[in-house]
């Protein structure tokens, strides 16, 4: 009951002090809690938010997927084998320092504005991330409980299901709410530079006409979205987890 009160009480003071600082500005530049509100519901019945919303919300999972996917084998293999890890670690450097812009900008000029290259430059901005943390949890690995499996003579499979990939749990935690909170801001930059639909090019047609009311419910509209994949994904998953630990 504590812990619910806290968190919601702090976002209930978001909101006051929100409503407090509206008179320091013109409506225009900050509208007040309930025109936001009022905006949301009006794209939501009206406008083509519902619609938006589903397009870069399945950009957002499907380039999720992947980089996380792609991320965790190669982390683990870097992790794991000393080689790879030297063979692999210059190029990792580098994905890992090229501005998430320029990326995007040569997927599209590299193989059109299409829907694979805005799906392709997201997962190349994400999946070294994922690789960087699966590395240091690879390299964490308490060898003492895969000796002891080995021992017992544990089938290969069930040694990596049952003793060493739950080691590497929290890992893949933080890279899925890490990977999540970044993956959906470089969508929205590749809506706004290459596609013609989805909340990044909504954002784009906002801007254009300084609608910050707009801009504001669309934001809510996302965060929206961010808390329930937290409350049905990553809290019961971060259950298991601590089960399996």
Not at 120 to 136: C, D, G, Q, S, Y
Request: hydrophobic share 60%.
């Amino acid at each position: 009951m504590t812990q619910t009160f806290l968190r919601w009480g702090s976002l209930l003071a978001l909101l006051i002090i929100w409503q407090l600082t509206i008179g320091w500005f013109s409506p225009q530049d900050l509208p007040s809690p309930l025109t936001v509100l009022q905006s949301l519901l009006w794209h939501t019945t009206q406008g083509t938010l519902l619609d938006d919303l589903w397009i870069t919300v399945t950009r957002v999972l499907l380039s999720f997927t992947m980089a996380m996917v792609l991320g965790c084998i190669i982390g683990i293999m870097m992790g794991a084998n000393r080689t790879f890890n030297l063979i692999g670690d210059g190029a990792l450097l580098i994905l890992l320092n090229v501005p998430a812009l320029v990326t995007i900008i040569l997927a599209y000029i590299w193989f059109g504005l299409v829907e694979s290259a805005a799906i392709l430059a997201v997962v190349i901005n994400k999946f070294p991330v994922v690789v960087i943390t699966m590395r240091e949890g690879a390299r964490n690995i308490d060898n003492d409980l895969i000796d002891v499996a080995r021992v017992f003579a544990l089938p290969k499979h069930r040694l990596f299901f049952k003793v060493y990939l739950p080691q590497l749990y929290p890992y893949i935690m933080t890279s899925a709410r890490n990977g999540l909170s970044l993956i959906w801001k470089i969508v929205l930059v590749v809506e706004l530079l290459g596609r013609s639909d989805g909340i990044g090019f909504a954002l784009h047609s906002f801007f254009q006409f300084f609608d910050i009311a707009s801009i504001l419910a669309y934001t809510f509209a996302f965060v929206i979205v961010i808390f329930v994949i937290e409350a049905l994904a990553f809290r019961p998953l971060d259950k298991v987890v601590a089960r399996g630990r």
